[in-house]
């Protein structure tokens, strides 16, 4: 059984910054991809950023050099550093694990203010 927590979500001014986490059990984070999506109200969940196995990470043009991610393998946890945040940011953040099925989190509202 695979599990993904996140965490770090909350309320935020325009141009500042938060950091979610998203700490995995039953499966570690240096063996599989993590990907961060988001879905705002009323829209379809949308890619953020995948940190693949091998370290490597790809963004979605979404981010345009705002998000970073970033992994812990003792604590096997992956980070998604957003600065710049803008109102468009608003959304409930997830990540998800890819084994031999998807594995979904609970996510964690993210909202940020004009």
């Known amino acids: 059984q695979v599990k993904l927590v996140e965490s770090g979500g909350g309320l935020v001014q325009a141009g500042g910054s938060l950091r979610l986490s998203c700490t995995v059990s039953?499966?570690?984070?240096?063996?599989?991809?993590i990907g961060w999506y988001r879905q705002a109200p009323l829209k379809t969940r949308e890619l953020v950023a995948i940190?693949?196995?091998?370290?490597?990470?790809q963004y979605s043009t979404i981010v345009n050099g705002r998000f970073t991610v970033s992994r812990d393998d003792a604590r096997n946890t992956v980070y998604l550093q957003m600065n710049s945040l803008k109102p468009d940011d608003t959304a409930v953040y997830y990540c998800?694990?890819?084994?031999?099925?998807?594995?979904w989190g609970q996510g964690t509202q993210v909202t940020v203010s004009a």
């Open positions: 998800n694990a890819v084994t031999f099925r998807p594995w």
């Open positions: 039953g499966t570690s984070v240096s063996d599989n991809e």
């Open positions: 940190f693949a196995g091998d370290g490597s990470v």
